[in-house]
């Protein structure tokens, strides 16, 4: 019974991830296409599951940033920074805060 409980327990799991992954990847795709508002909501229903997956909050930044919304883009941009654990898109991120930051200022 416990190796069946377990088993369900995991395929559940994997479930949930599974459709967050999708979601991810319906936001990169909504984003690519030009729809930063249906991207928005996708990453930010992400966001709300996993926030400390770093990607998910560059993206989410972007698409803000896409949509004029530079102040909480500027956030999701600080997020990324701060959770990820590569530091090589880091100088391109930080000019993208500085942008956020000069047109919030306008």
Not at 18 to 39: C, H, P, T, W
Not at 46 to 74: F, M
Not at 96 to 101: G, N, R, S
């Amino acid at each position: 019974f416990a190796e069946t409980s377990d088993r369900r327990i995991l395929q559940a799991r994997f479930e949930r991830e599974e459709l967050y992954f999708i979601s991810f990847l319906k936001g990169v795709s909504l984003l690519r296409l030009g729809d930063e508002i249906g991207a928005t909501a996708s990453f930010r229903k992400v966001s709300q599951e996993y926030p400390t997956l770093a990607i998910n909050h560059y993206y989410l930044g972007e698409a803000l940033r896409k949509r004029g919304e530079y102040a909480p883009a500027k956030l999701e941009y600080k997020a990324y920074i701060s959770l990820s654990r590569s530091g090589a898109a880091f100088a391109e991120v930080l000019e993208k805060i500085d942008e956020c930051e000069a047109r919030a200022r306008r």
